[in-house]
């Protein structure tokens, strides 16, 4: 770490820490609710080159940067925000990039407030935490759109082929930092487009395709190769890879199932998995005219779940046209698991909010469509296993609401494919993979395993995290043997 | 880009494809069914597999053109490519020797047959196949039924050919003459009903393909979701195949129904 390069030690000087803490912390640009709603661009729009060395002013520089230790993949932060500073904008870019092979979808999707802001000296003073996310966005952004994308160093190829089974945040991170080290890497993805929940799941107006498009071709300048089309445990099983010379395996498949509530009526045409729903509007582009794939433009839409997958469906139902988007939640706001940001605009652009309700059936007409449901209110009572005050229902207290769009966003389970076609691997009674600190698989040393495969249904940056932990991990095994 | 090499016109309406796709080929078995995406904007469709060819490397489906896409796919020609094939999905049939197995199809459900038929009768049943359509141009792939069958039966509905009749006056008319352990069924869903119904009636053992809106074929999505003994099933994982007897038909020809009208006023756009 260059803390002590003279062009820092001179930055820290300019300004003392006690006017660093009084300047206020910048609001990111953000485009109007009522234009947005109905459209599909990005609504955050970024910082500008002033806001964002403004912001960086704020950042003390601390000799022990605690922001670091709540990043999951331990980012340079004081390192890069410090580039930023000083205008060196690109340079700032290069130190995201040597520990995050994604940062522009990082600076947009992270948790940020749960992680590195919420260590930032900064609170301790009583202060709001340095923007860090909008920060690291601003410098891969000012990268990509600056068309001097650096691609990162790649020791020479070793010759050893790995294969990494899935595209998404937790595979193409591992994939990155393994051809950082020389490996010849193959990705494999069963989708025919590369990206995973990234593409799928995570809509264009919070995360633009463009932007996962960079990151995969840098990938590909640093020679991975990808396979679309390609259903590890199906096209081809773990087995033969290994016959084809993959020394070792990375599963990050995802949690790729679906959960349902099994309720009546659940199965009626137009109720559907927040999967499904995004995969149809962001994979396949079901809204525009030209997409083969069709999608229902609900116009009274309600999602179950309060997670970013409610957020992000429930908001995307709106693009879609409707008049009424609700989320039926069975605990209160505060338990919520999705970020503050994304119910703010969620509630910005008109979002219903359907606290401590739970739906216990379905009603269908004639067709077999969805015409109603019913929800039974809820009130909280003492905290269950997760601390959370636990929701319980109130006897009789039962509302029908007229809906014509219901999607169901209440968690997924791990994919069972790949697992089921490892003979002996290890796998929790969820499903998941069971690994080591490294990743690496309890009884099949060759295969690593991170992100939802692992964890059962977690954030993007804690795959991204995973996907490193086991490049090296891959990387020490290989070397060692 | 996956290569059409051989096409075969059956009828009007029933296309055969031979597709370059070496590794589904390789590792497909009977039962299992593939993902089509035609091109850039096209939708990720559902198809069972008619069989393979390892050694050029092809597999074989056999389409109806019913909707936009799959006439969009019957339109193609040799020499075309397929953006997209993806599988084989779901699981594979399970063989074993039953005794004597009746192949329940209706129209172009002959194709899948087809492989099951192969496998059962190499697994040492006695292979019964009852092959049905609306009219004779309709009845397909009736000289490989009978090269992997002891016995083909045929049927249609106008008598055009065969016997006059559906689908389950051939299958009864078998059960009523010998001991059937195990019924296939594969067809249009009102089709499959009624075998179920019948074979439900005379307690014969029956298993269902189903073909059901899709969209990852891997269970990421559950647009397939069907009700099989009151339990919610995915058909791309779980299935494709369930126990007739067990499937809610009923629930399962609406679901099918989900997206007509969308896809009527895109056409008369």
Redesign the interface.
């Known amino acids: 770490m260059d803390r002590n390069a003279e062009w820092r030690d001179a930055l820290r000087k300019e300004i003392k820490a006690k006017d660093r803490t009084t300047i206020e912390r910048v609001e990111m640009n953000e485009l109007e609710a009522s234009y947005r709603r109905h459209c599909r661009e990005e609504v955050n729009q970024g910082l500008t080159a002033e806001q964002a060395i403004q912001e960086a002013k704020r950042c003390l520089d601390c000799a022990n940067p605690t922001c670091m230790q709540g990043c999951p993949v331990g980012i340079d932060i004081p390192g890069f925000v410090k580039n930023i500073e000083r205008g060196e904008f690109l340079e700032a870019a290069k130190v995201l990039k040597k520990t995050s092979a994604l940062p522009a979808v990082c600076g947009r999707v992270c948790p940020q407030e749960k992680q590195c802001e919420s260590q930032c000296m900064q609170i301790k003073m009583g202060k709001k935490p340095v923007a860090i996310g909008y920060l690291e966005r601003f410098a891969a952004d000012y990268e990509r759109e600056s068309g001097n994308i650096a691609v990162p160093e790649c020791a020479s190829c070793n010759g050893k082929k790995v294969g990494v089974i899935g595209s998404g945040p937790a595979g193409l991170s591992c994939a990155g930092d393994l051809a950082k080290y020389g490996y010849d890497v193959t990705v494999f993805e069963?989708?025919?487009e590369i990206g995973g929940v990234l593409k799928?799941g995570i809509p264009e107006f919070r995360l633009p395709n463009a932007v996962v498009d960079v990151e995969i071709e840098n990938l590909k300048k640093m020679g991975v190769k990808f396979v679309?089309?390609?259903?590890v445990g199906?096209?081809?099983?773990p087995e033969e890879l290994k016959q084809e010379g993959f020394e070792c395996l990375f599963v990050a498949s995802g949690a790729?199932?679906?959960r349902?509530m099994?309720i009546p009526g659940?199965?009626l045409?137009?109720i559907?998995?927040s999967?499904?729903y995004l995969?149809?509007v962001n994979l396949?582009?079901a809204s525009s005219?030209?997409?083969?794939?069709?999608?229902?433009k609900g116009k009274n839409v309600a999602i179950i779940g309060g997670g970013n997958t409610a957020m992000d469906s429930v908001r995307t139902a709106l693009r879609l046209g409707a008049e009424r988007a609700m989320i039926v939640y069975r605990r209160s706001e505060e338990e919520m698991p999705a970020r503050v940001e994304e119910v703010k605009h969620a509630k910005e652009e008109g979002v219903e909010f359907l606290t401590l309700h739970n739906p216990i059936e379905y009603i269908g007409d004639e067709?077999?469509r969805v015409k109603a449901m019913r929800l039974q209110k809820m009130e909280l009572g003492e905290p269950d296993a997760s601390g959370r005050r636990k929701p319980v229902e109130i006897p009789g207290a039962i509302e029908t609401i007229e809906v014509d769009t219901v999607i169901v966003a209440i968690g997924v389970s791990p994919?069972?494919?790949v697992p089921s076609s490892i003979e002996g691997l290890d796998v929790s009674c969820k499903g998941t993979i069971e690994v080591n600190d490294e990743m690496q698989s309890n009884s099949i040393p060759t295969i690593f395993a991170g992100g939802d495969i692992v964890r059962g249904g977690a954030t993007v940056i804690l795959a991204m995290g995973d996907g490193r932990k086991a490049a090296a991990g891959i990387h020490k095994y290989l070397s060692e043997k | 880009m996956y290569k059409i090499v051989k096409k075969e016109k059956f009828s009007d309406l029933v296309t055969r494809l031979d597709i370059e796709a070496p590794l589904i080929a390789r590792s497909r078995k009977a039962g299992h069914f593939v993902i089509v995406k035609l091109d850039e904007k096209g939708e990720r469709i559902p198809l069972t597999i008619a069989g393979s060819d390892m050694e050029k490397g092809t597999i074989t489906l056999v389409i109806q053109a019913v909707g936009h896409s799959s006439s969009k796919l019957c339109a193609m020609n040799e020499g075309d490519e397929i953006a997209h094939v993806v599988g084989p999905l779901g699981k594979a049939t399970h063989i074993e020797k039953f005794g004597t197995v009746v192949c329940a199809c209706g129209g172009v459900g002959t194709a899948p047959m087809l492989p099951i038929a192969e496998a059962m009768k190499k697994a040492g049943n006695r292979v019964i196949s009852v092959l049905a359509a609306r009219t004779k141009d309709l009845i397909i792939l009736e000289k490989q039924m009978r090269a992997v069958s002891d016995e083909v039966i045929i049927m249609t509905d106008d008598g055009s050919y065969g016997e006059k009749g559906l689908v389950t006056n051939g299958v009864e008319s078998v059960i009523n003459r010998e001991k059937v352990d195990l019924c296939v069924t594969i067809g249009p869903a009102i089709m499959m009903k009624f075998v179920s119904l019948l074979t439900k009636k005379y307690e014969v053992p029956t298993v269902a393909s189903l073909n059901t809106i899709m969209v990852d074929g891997t269970g990421m999505c559950g647009a397939c979701r069907v009700t099989v003994g009151g339990e919610t099933k995915f058909v791309c994982v779980d299935g494709p195949e369930f126990d007739a007897h067990q499937v809610d038909f009923d629930e399962m020809m609406l679901r099918l129904g989900a997206y007509k009208e969308i896809e009527l006023q895109a056409q008369n756009k």
């Open positions: 069963a989708l025919h799928y679309t089309d390609c259903v199906k096209t081809i099983t790729g199932l679906p349902f099994n659940e199965n045409i137009n559907l998995s999967n499904e995969t149809r396949m582009d005219d030209d997409s083969d794939t069709p999608v229902f067709k077999g994919n069972p494919i």
